[in-house]
């Protein structure tokens, strides 16, 4: 067994803190990383918090992970000690099913994805820990590669936050011509913006919060709107082809599909609590959910970032400053990313 160093939540209400553990020796199929980053996800929150279901303690967070290869197993010819390399929010699947064999192994069709964290292995009884750690071992089918051409500490969110906006952008072939509304200016977000306006939309940032309108501009959003005033929303009236809804909190989904053209598409990758819920039938207009991508989507999407000079705005951090950090994304208080400097723990 490989010794770890890592920080964990012990249970669902105690502050995360150190916490020594081991991993698996590696095998024939796997490779070990020395983690460089690891991204905080408003996910790791939920988990860590048993708000999604009872976490699985203790309990290493992390699933937006960029590090360098120390040792590959005998089947891993594809990769190099050395190599620089990503983990996102998967580990391992059947491998076997019309899902996996596709590159949708988040919806491995005999239910065996593995979880980076707060999972167990494809053995039913082996927890997995994730990316608040130096080193973790890995499936080398569900390692992806990072340019050397980006900024490492802006990379770690691309994992999570950057191919939860990708991968539904690609499939609705959301580009050149399309009139986009981005709601919301948070983690995922921010990385919409940038993946759209790389792509040649026309991209309206949509904001309760007037004091988004600079970043968003800054981003390269196009146009914003408040839309608490019904002036600035009044001419978007059926106006947009797409929107990217990636707000978590309880809002208007019929106010909102009112903004889509006939045959419009409101595309939600992120879900409040309660679910979502509309007051009528959107006649000739979609509305339809997005979870994470694939992993050869995940590989096209870093590929397209390292092209485009795309990484996740970020606030680089002690791994001691965990547990503020956390209180920091609950208010909101981040712009966009916290990423732990690994190299603290």
């Known amino acids: 067994m490989i010794p770890v160093k890592g920080y964990a939540a012990q249970n669902e209400k105690d502050p995360l803190g150190p916490w020594d553990f081991e991993r698996r020796e590696v095998g024939a199929d796997d490779v070990e990383i020395d983690i460089l980053y690891c991204g905080i996800c408003h996910s790791d929150i939920h988990q860590v918090r048993s708000e999604w279901r009872p976490g699985i303690f203790p309990m290493v967070p992390g699933h937006e992970i960029v590090g360098r290869i120390v040792r590959v197993g005998s089947h891993a010819v594809n990769f190099k000690a050395g190599d620089l390399v990503g983990i996102g929010c998967m580990v391992d699947s059947c491998h076997e099913c019309p899902s996996c064999k596709s590159g949708h192994e988040q919806f491995c069709e005999k239910g065996e994805t593995v979880w980076t964290y707060n999972s167990v292995e494809r053995d039913k009884k082996t927890p ?3 990316g608040y750690s130096n080193k973790i071992v890995c499936n080398k089918d569900f390692v992806v590669r990072v340019s ?3 900024d490492l500490k802006g990379v770690a969110p691309l994992l999570c936050a950057g191919i939860t906006t990708y991968s539904p952008i690609k499939k609705w072939n959301i580009g050149k011509g399309h009139k986009v509304a981005v709601l919301g200016l948070g983690g ?3 990385m919409a913006v940038k ?3 790389a792509l ?6 949509l904001s309760r919060s007037e004091s988004k309108k600079q970043d968003a501009q800054r981003l ?3 146009k914003f709107c408040n839309t608490k005033e019904v002036e600035q929303v009044q001419p978007l009236k ?3 082809d797409y929107i990217i809804d990636t707000v978590s909190a309880p809002h208007d989904y019929d106010f909102y599909m009112s903004l889509l053209k006939d045959n419009g598409v409101h595309i939600c990758v992120g879900l409040p609590p309660g679910g979502l819920q509309l007051k009528g039938l959107p006649f000739n207009r979609a509305i339809t959910g997005s979870s994470i991508g694939g992993i050869p989507e995940t ?3 870093l590929d397209f970032c390292a092209e485009h000079q795309i990484t996740s705005d970020v606030e680089v951090i002690n791994i001691s400053y965990v547990n503020e950090a956390y209180q920091r994304v609950l208010n909101s208080d981040v712009r966009y990313r916290f990423v732990i400097d690994m190299a603290t723990l």
């Open 128 to 130: 997995t820990y994730g």
């Open 148 to 150: 050397e051409k980006l």
């Open 188 to 190: 995922l977000g921010h």
């Open 195 to 197: 993946f759209l306006v």
């Open 200 to 205: 040649g939309a026309e991209v309206t940032l």
């Open 220 to 222: 390269g959003a196009h």
């Open 238 to 240: 059926r106006y947009f």
């Open 299 to 301: 590989q096209e999407m």
